[in-house]
């Protein structure tokens, strides 16, 4: 298991080729109250930095980047329901993919906690 | 840089989280958040730094007959002690800002949006001259909800004497005030407005005794919920006050008899109605279509664009403002919003969303 952070504030939780992806508390806390989670289903591939969902707070829509190329293995369909969630467990129960890296290679340009924590200092 | 209101220190002090807004520094939210915010106006009461907006005052026998000239509504007749809302129309019937005005006995008050002030000040100006002044000497706080006349009687007594849309000067504390029986948010409230240096003072007393500091992000999500047009966004000189749902706010002698500007365009809209109208759209589902949205017929005809839109807190549900061509402005008609290239079906529904609670 390996943390990643993106610079569109993106968290991947690696464990062999599957990563779990969210974004971050500080995301969270930058967009205000979620109040609808839009996500791609199963199944769909994408290469990385293609939008693959959209987030909506009271305030704006933001959209979801792939932080790496792969395929969708799971999404976090409970989001559509209680997207406030986001909100209350950004970096654990309101994940947003389960998905299948490609290109483990991309993993190497990411960023580890410290360097995201620099990042949002 | 941008303007700070006398409450600039006061935000900082409860961790607002400030943003700039038509070149002032202003809270757009607290760390409850817009929506406990918004939440905590439709039951309790808030506090909402409005000092960002103009106030001026307008002196002199014939105020009233110049004002006129310039406005729609009837403010010859408007009583002592009375506000009205209004707007300043131009020559195309399109609207240049819109503003309330009240009768305060030996002149006329009229508080208009911080956004147009760079027009609004100079367009007085030119016709009031000496008789017109802006008191930017003033401070403006909104007292907003149902537990807002609660807060204030013990500290103000007039406050309760007051139905919706009157006004009276009062002290608090011996600070001289004005208070008028209004808002912005579709609540019962009242805007109370004092010397800038007391502003501070004030907002403390009415926190402490009750109020919760709320910002402008909840301000939109509450106007928006009460159907309540904002500048800029949902009238501007382009749309005219008919399209716009205001009818109500031109009387029967100024409809008929005009002398404003645009009284063209507006007489001809009311005798055939306008080619577009303003209506509420309740989108199916939990996408918010925002300002912009495109809205078609339901067999993708273009009919129409969103100018407000967002979460409704107090309906859980998104809500839309939109001009649509007047054969769809019917409540229950069926239309779709092009959300990320995508239809999404809606309703059209009467405003506002949510009642207002007005004390009449």
């Known amino acids: ?121 | 840089m941008s303007q700070r209101t006398p409450l600039y220190d006061f935000h900082i002090e409860r961790g607002a989280k400030m943003v700039e807004f038509a070149g002032w520094d202003m809270p757009v939210s607290y760390p409850l958040g817009l929506m406990g915010e918004h939440k905590a106006t439709r039951e309790g009461v808030t506090l909402f730094d409005v000092s960002h907006m103009a106030q001026v005052e307008l002196r002199g026998a014939d105020a009233a007959e110049k004002l006129e000239a310039l406005v729609p509504s009837a403010i010859t007749t408007l009583p002592e002690g009375k506000a009205r809302y209004t707007f300043f129309t131009n020559e195309n019937g399109g609207i240049l800002d819109d503003l309330i005005v009240s009768n305060a006995g030996d002149h006329l008050y009229l508080v208009s949006n911080a956004g147009r002030a760079d027009h609004d000040l100079p367009y007085l100006k030119a016709v009031f001259g000496e008789d017109m002044t802006h008191r930017s000497d003033l401070g403006l706080v909104a007292l907003q909800g149902p537990g807002a006349e609660a807060l204030l009687a013990p500290i103000c007594p007039e406050a309760a004497e007051l139905s919706f849309m009157e006004t009276t000067t009062a002290s608090i504390d011996g600070v001289p005030v004005r208070i008028s029986r209004l808002g912005y948010t579709g609540e019962d409230g009242f805007e109370i407005s004092m010397p800038a240096d007391q502003a501070e003072a004030l907002a403390r007393k009415f926190v402490d005794a009750g109020a919760e500091p709320a910002g402008l992000g909840a301000r939109d999500s509450l106007r928006m919920e009460a159907g309540l047009c904002l500048y800029g966004q949902d009238i501007d000189e382009s749309t005219s006050p008919i399209e716009a749902g205001l009818t109500w706010a031109i009387q029967k002698r100024r409809r008929e008899k005009g002398g404003f500007p645009g009284h063209g365009r507006i007489s001809r809209e009311l005798a055939e109605g306008p080619a577009r109208r303003m209506v509420g759209i309740l989108p199916d589902g939990r996408a918010p279509a925002r300002a912009h949205t495109e809205v078609t017929a339901p067999d993708g005809t273009r009919i129409g664009e969103v100018t407000s839109g967002g979460f409704a807190p107090t309906l859980g549900a998104p809500i839309s403002i939109a001009y649509v061509d007047a054969g769809f402005a019917e409540p229950g008609t069926e239309v779709a919003l092009i959300v990320r290239g995508k239809p999404l079906p809606g309703r059209v529904t009467a405003l506002p969303f949510v009642k207002q609670n007005y004390k009449r």
Request: aromatic share 8%; charged share 30%.
């Open chain 1, 1 to 121: 298991m390996a943390l990643y952070y993106t610079e569109d504030h993106e968290w991947l939780d690696v464990d062999g080729d599957i990563a779990t992806i969210g974004i971050t508390a500080h995301a969270a806390e930058q967009l205000g109250e979620v109040v609808f989670v839009e996500l791609k289903d199963a199944g769909e591939s994408f290469e990385q930095g293609d939008e693959i969902g959209v987030v909506e707070s009271v305030k704006a829509a933001s959209e979801i980047y792939a932080p790496v190329t792969g395929e969708i293995m799971e999404a976090n369909e409970a989001l559509a329901d209680t997207p406030a969630n986001v909100n209350e467990s950004p970096e654990s129960d309101a994940w947003f993919y389960k998905i299948k890296i490609a290109d483990a290679g991309e993993l190497e340009k990411l960023m580890d906690e410290a360097a995201y924590k620099d990042l949002i200092a």
